[in-house]
Nanobody, 121 residues
Framework: QLQASGGGLVQAGGSLRLSCGASGRTFTIGPMGWFRQAPGKEREFVAAISWNGASTNYGDHVKGRFTISRDNANRSVYLQMNNLKSEDTAVYYC????????????????WGQGTLVTVSS
C-alpha cells in the first residue's frame, strides 16, 4: 500500500514537496514513480527513479523543475516541485514496481490514492 501526501494550493512560481510511503505488504520495492492526472485529461508520466536512486527519468513538461528522490530505509519516494505552473494542477499519484523491474515502462503494480496539487496563476 502506498500513501501519498504533500499536495495543496500554491501560487505559480512556488514550490511543493510530495511524499509517498509504502506500508503493509512486505515486498521489495523496485523502481518508483509519480504520475498525474488533470481534470478531463489522461494520466501522464511525471518522473521515475530506479531502486537504488542511481537513475531517474522525467517527463518533458517537468524537466529542470521537478526532482524525484527516494529513501529506501523508509520505503519512501519524494517529488520536489519548483517553479510550479498552472498547468501542473492535477492529482498526483505515486506508484511502485517490484524489485527487478526496469525503470522504463508503465508496468507499475502498486498505486497510491493520489494527492491534489492546485497552482493558482
Amino acid at each position: 500500500q502506498l500513501q501519498a501526501s504533500g499536495g495543496g494550493l500554491v501560487q505559480a512560481g512556488g514550490s511543493l514537496r510530495l511524499s509517498c510511503g509504502a506500508s503493509g505488504r512486505t515486498f521489495t520495492i523496485g523502481p518508483m514513480g509519480w504520475f498525474r492526472q488533470a481534470p478531463g485529461k489522461e494520466r501522464e508520466f511525471v518522473a521515475a527513479i530506479s531502486w537504488n536512486g542511481a537513475s531517474t527519468n522525467y517527463g518533458d513538461h517537468v524537466k529542470g523543475r521537478f526532482t524525484i528522490s527516494r529513501d529506501n530505509a523508509n520505503r519512501s519516494v519524494y517529488l520536489q516541485m519548483n517553479n510550479l505552473k498552472s498547468e501542473d494542477t492535477a492529482v498526483y499519484y505515486c506508484a511502485a514496481k517490484p524489485y527487478g523491474r526496469a525503470i522504463v515502462g508503465d508496468d507499475y503494480e502498486y498505486w497510491g490514492q493520489g494527492t491534489l496539487v492546485t497552482v493558482s496563476s
